[in-house]
């Protein structure tokens, strides 16, 4: 019993003994020393403004339509002729030349009827005019002597007397006049000439096929000839004046057009708040429905800077940096197209962040690039 308890005792002061000397070997030890972390500025970009003429630029982006452009529609009814030249899309024809040809056979045929027929009601008459109207007689005989029942009619000759004139229309010499002229008309609409050189955009008939009066020919456009219809914001009217030229170009095509602002609309879209504008545009490589876009020079400013508008603050302001702190200036926003703002009111020499900051604040301390040096 006093045997258990004598190694208990031990066990307690071995215990004893080793806590204490790994306290003292513990307080021996030299405490390391601390790192001490630099705080680095942050490298920034700058611009160094330079006050100068900046002439801003319109953005703007449209369609091409032809400005020249007609749809043919029949007005008779008639089997469509075949002719040297099909009318079919991509066809090219001359200003003057024959589009298309209705079989007017019957119809002409009736109006050489009704020539010859009114030929007829003259010559009886000329023995009337001879006795009561001599004096007009030589002038009617003259001109039923070259009556030509197959060429449309000669203008009538005048008749300044009343008498004579009323005793004409009761014979119907002026109703069978002008029945014969509309006629006339009538029968010049089988056959439709280009009205200016150009090309068939769209065929819709084919030659032999029984054309119905109303019924849609095709369409025909001056493929030299094109109109872009672009829209721009309110803010940017006073920039823009018919007679501006205008570079216009297609998205991811070497090529490019000049144009000229031909008229601008009154109206403002409801929809999108911008105001249409209208620029003639013309040569080769250019195809009705494509898609040009470019821009207007507008009025020069004076003592301003071109900045990117990513570099302004949504109240407006800019950073710039004094004494290697951050500050903030409000410029004068005097123009903004596209990515890019017209800005005056800055100091030359100062030196703006040209870039975005995260997490900047009044009075940062921040070094500059080794680009910006």
């Known amino acids: 019993m006093w045997f258990r308890r004598i190694s208990l005792v031990v066990a307690v002061l071995i215990l004893a003994a080793g806590f204490g000397l790994n306290k003292f070997m513990a307080a021996q030890k030299e405490e390391p020393a601390r790192k001490v972390i630099k705080s680095v500025p942050p490298a920034v970009r700058v611009l160094e403004v330079r006050n100068g003429t900046v002439q801003p630029e319109v953005p703007l982006t449209g369609r091409l339509r032809a400005s020249q452009r007609v749809e043919l529609y029949a007005e008779v009814s008639g089997r469509l002729l075949s002719g040297g030249k099909a009318f079919q899309e991509g066809a090219f024809f001359r200003q003057g030349e024959v589009l298309f040809r209705l079989d007017d056979t019957d119809q002409r045929l009736q109006l050489i009827a009704q020539r010859a027929a009114y030929q007829s009601l003259l010559i009886r008459l000329l023995a009337d005019l001879k006795v009561d109207y001599p004096d007009l007689a030589p002038d009617w005989e003259g001109y039923v002597r070259v009556f030509d029942a197959k060429t449309p009619l000669r203008e009538l000759p005048k008749v300044e007397q009343d008498k004579a004139r009323n ?17 006339e008309a009538q ?17 819709d008939v084919d030659q032999g096929s029984l054309i119905r009066a109303g019924a849609k ?16 914001a309110q803010g940017d009217l006073p920039y823009v004046k018919p007679g501006m030229e205008v570079t216009l170009r297609e998205e991811g095509a070497a090529g490019q057009w000049k144009g000229v602002i031909d008229r601008i609309s009154q109206s403002v879209d409801a929809g999108t708040q911008t105001i249409r504008i209208y620029i003639k545009v013309g040569g080769s490589g250019l195809r009705e429905g494509l898609y040009l876009s470019g ?13 990117d508008r990513s570099l302004l603050r949504d109240d407006g302001t800019l950073w710039i940096i004094e004494a290697e702190t951050l500050a903030l200036r409000k410029p004068n926003v005097v123009y903004s197209y596209g990515k890019q703002v017209v800005a005056s009111g800055l100091v030359d020499g100062e030196r703006l962040v040209n870039q975005r ?14 680009d910006s040096l």
């Open 187 to 203: 029968l010049a609409k089988y056959t439709v000439y280009a009205p200016f050189s150009g090309v068939v955009v769209q065929g």
């Open 167 to 183: 005793f004409l229309a009761v014979n119907n010499v002026f109703n069978q006049y002008y029945s014969i002229t509309a006629a």
């Open 295 to 307: 821009s207007i020079k507008g009025a020069p400013v004076d003592g301003a800077i071109s900045l």
């Open 357 to 370: 900051l995260p997490g900047a604040h009044l009075g940062m301390v921040v070094r500059l690039t080794q």
């Open 217 to 232: 020919i095709g369409e025909f456009l001056n493929p030299d000839r094109y109109e872009l219809e672009a829209s721009i």
